[in-house]
């Protein structure tokens, strides 16, 4: 803990008046009455783990959105998961007198404040992941594993996805499903799904997850299975961490593949590119009787000339074809990018995996002469964002989470909107308003890959979409972002297209009902039997607004 305060008696009350002062005017935030809340938390045995100095303070009170600030009143850095249990506990009975809050924080890569805990605890999951001394990944692929189909590996909720990739690739093995970037925690990408272009194929991360160990809102252990207290175990997938928090995950592998051909294709026709995803993502469904060419990994992406942080100049695409990219994107204002990717490995050297994709361009409408392909390791591709991250951030000198600004907007909708949503939305709101921004996501999924018994949403076609408005911005452009992201919003209501926030923001609990639809009321009566006293993630408003 080195320099930093840690809770005294004595001298705790002092300290945080001043620092309550000290944040109040430095984030124009209103002064919180923890005075109160921190002398009970001294005389739990964990009081040495909380920390109220200011640089833990600062760290759990900010996100990757940059936009929201909480002030929590200490911060536990838990040695082991009976600290986080204790906490809970605490919290939850009667010694508390009044239960306050507790949100766990991966990586706090959240962009409106969901790991924030104002008045309440923040647990640092690092803090669990540093004390694991790097033995937070055991791997099993014994032969009665392998017998059975399931090689798996245990890990930590805290992990991050980048070390249990690094972890299984030792033994020949990674998980089946991904999100783009690897810096996420285990716990905060199952609270909410864990999306990419493995999705269409192998399902989000929720449905490639054979057992957890939570804590719930009561502070009881519990180890839980589709076959053993199923109720934890479908409600804290996709829960937002609701129910307890995910301290152990048993995750699904599969033999890693050596490398990967990562293909990018332009279109600029809406329907050809959107029917190219949709054709593709069949053909790994089961509907194609005939044999075509099945791809691992498919996403799409939209190209404008939309100032610096147009994301495909300094990324994929070779500089010496920026020129003729751009004319192009000149010309149609939006440029449609598919992006899939065919892994291979040795044993698939009897055949071109070359060939095969030549088969595979012949069956796809992009426009003539833009395709662009790289070859690159399994690990090169899965850690893709980070690499081109670090190379960015390099080139404008700057660190890449600085005082940028996230207002991201992550939408699920229904296939049968896509067109008028192309129309009404990406060519009438974000290409016409020509604000700068980041990078705007646009692929379909199966939702046969999702289970319905967990508390994750989708919407209620065969086939949705998600669209993700990946904006950074200054503080100059937030408003303009923001409002922009309201009316994409009011767009779909108007035009009856029912979609469902990913990563969601609500306000209000009719909001709230909205987003759960028909599964609010089981969604609620899980937080009446897991977390009674409504202590878990109040950062994301569901249960704690107004
Ligand atoms: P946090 O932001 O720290 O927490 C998120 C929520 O989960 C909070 O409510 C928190 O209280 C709760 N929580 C955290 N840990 C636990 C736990 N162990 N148990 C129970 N609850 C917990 N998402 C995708 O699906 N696909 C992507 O490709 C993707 N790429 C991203 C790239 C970047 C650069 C960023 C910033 C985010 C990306 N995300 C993506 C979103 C990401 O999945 C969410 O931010 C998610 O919350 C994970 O982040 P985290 O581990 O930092 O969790």
Redo the contacts with the bound molecule.
Sequence with gaps: MGESLRIRTYILPLIFIHLSHLMSSAFGIPKSSTTFLLPKLQNLHLADRLRDDPSAIELALS??GNIVKEIPAAVLYPASINDIASLIKFAASNNASVPFNI?????????RG??MARNGVVVN?NSLRNNRNGNGVKVVSSAAASSMGRWYADVG??QLWEDVLNATLEHGLAPVSW???L??????????????GQTFRYG??ISNVYEMDVITGKGDFVTCSPIKNTDVFYA?LGG??QF????GARIALQSAPKRVKWVRMLYNDFSAFAGDQEYLISINNGRDEQKHIEVDYLEGLLLMNHGPLDHWRTSFFPSKDHFRISSLITKYGIIYCLEIAKYYDDSTLNYSVDEELQVLFQMLSFVPGYTFEKDVSYAEFLTR?QIDQEQRVQSEGRQWDDVTL?PWLNLFLPKSHISEFNSGVLKDIVLKRNITTGLVLVYPMNRNKWDDRMSAVTPDEDVFYTVGFLHSSGFDSLEMLDVQNKDILQFCYNAGIKVKQ??PNHKTKTEWKNHFGIKWETFRERKAQFDPQMI??P??RIFNNN
Aim: charged share 10%; hydrophobic share 35%; proline share 2%.
């Design positions: 996100d990757y949100a766990a924080r991966g990586q706090g890569h959240s962009v969901q790991a999951m909720g805290e999100t783009d970037y810096h996420l925690t285990v716990g905060g990408t199952l609270s909410n799904a864990g999306i990419s989000p991360q804290v937002l961490g307890g928090i995910i301290v964002v996230h990913y990563l878990l993630s950062g994301q």
